[in-house]
């Protein structure tokens, strides 16, 4: 099986937009899963046919699998970002048209399974596959994740920082290679935060599992804040703003203009340093902590009541 990072080299030379990499995603998933209430925590088992020891790693391995998938063929390539300008006043307006952005497909998800809504499909079947119900919750753990990391929310005629090359190519230990800005917060900054908790982990523990650990206590030791209860839309300007003062404002990228989905002419590359990746650190565990902790307040409200039949009939 490839790890994580060795997907990386599969994974970075491909023109698609692609959330936290494999690591975040799956660090939010378990983030999530440790803040569930106990009736969202056993429909969750059921509908990922996993039981109670299993759901962190269940709810890990759905928060990959959209893109695991053929996004292209399946549809759903423009669901997890949403381009929001950084050179003008916030504003969503216009920037989802036919819903295919994140923000509108996290709430389509969130809606679904709390309604118990039957008849999802995808232009084509995914592969691999997953039960209906189980795609929903997989996209909506996936997009919670995704709407956290800053270049999903930002674009300078960049397609979110995917159009800008690095000077010097990142190398990890296992040979996979980062070339491209978005890659770099996609996974390197997650590398940034195993690393940062390093030195307190127990030897037994996984980088992720010693990261989601530390992360959750830290939430559970500040309490409950003001953050939580905020919309998606704001979550969105959180991630806009983040782009403009750590990625375009810290590297100090100039401004470009393209069209939607095209990368602007004369993009230089950019230098990207050990020092930057750790200089982002405590911005990005701010991320992961909050996607994780917003997707379980999410996960407790809409499974509340009737929600979350692993079998809807409506």
């Not at 998800?109 to 084509?124: A, Y």
């Not at 990890?172 to 940062?196: K, Q, R, Y």
């Not at 407790?300 to 929600?307: E, F, H, R, V, Y």
Request: net charge negative; hydrophobic share 40%.
């Amino acid at each position: 099986m490839l790890t994580s990072r060795a997907c990386l080299l599969l994974f970075v030379f491909l023109p698609q937009v692609w959330g936290w990499g494999h690591d975040g995603h799956r660090l939010v998933a378990r983030i999530a899963a440790k803040n569930l209430s106990p009736a969202t925590r056993a429909k969750l088992l059921t509908i990922l046919q996993t039981n109670d020891a299993g759901l962190e790693a269940a709810m890990a391995a759905a928060a990959t699998w959209p893109d695991e998938i053929n996004k292209k063929a399946t549809g759903t390539d423009l669901w997890h970002f949403i381009d929001v300008p950084i050179t003008t006043a916030f504003s969503l307006n216009g920037l989802c048209p036919q819903h295919d952005c994140v923000v509108d497909r996290i709430k389509e998800m969130s809606d679904r399974l709390q309604r118990n809504l039957s008849g999802f499909t995808l232009k084509t079947p995914p592969n691999p596959p997953r039960p209906m119900t189980s795609q929903e919750l997989a996209f909506l753990i996936h997009f919670v994740g995704d709407i956290h990391q800053p270049l999903h929310a930002a674009t300078d005629g960049d397609r979110g920082g995917n159009c800008v090359k690095l000077t010097h190519p990142l190398h990890h230990s296992d040979g996979s290679t980062t070339t491209e800005l978005h890659a770099v917060w996609d996974n390197d900054e997650v590398f940034a935060v195993f690393d940062d908790f390093r030195p307190t982990k127990p030897p037994a523990m996984s980088d992720e599992d010693n990261a989601a650990q530390a992360l959750f206590l830290r939430y559970k030791k500040a309490g409950v804040g003001a953050w939580e209860q905020e919309p998606v839309k704001v979550w969105t300007r959180e991630s806009n703003d983040l782009a403009k003062k750590d990625v375009y404002g810290s590297l100090h990228l100039a401004n470009h203009t393209a069209a939607p989905g095209q990368c602007a002419v004369g993009i230089a590359p950019v230098i990207v340093s050990k020092a930057y990746l750790k200089g982002n650190v405590t911005d990005v565990e701010q991320q992961l902590m909050r996607a994780g902790i917003r997707l379980s307040d999410i996960l407790n409200s809409i499974c509340a009541g009737n929600g979350c039949n692993a079998a809807p009939t409506s």
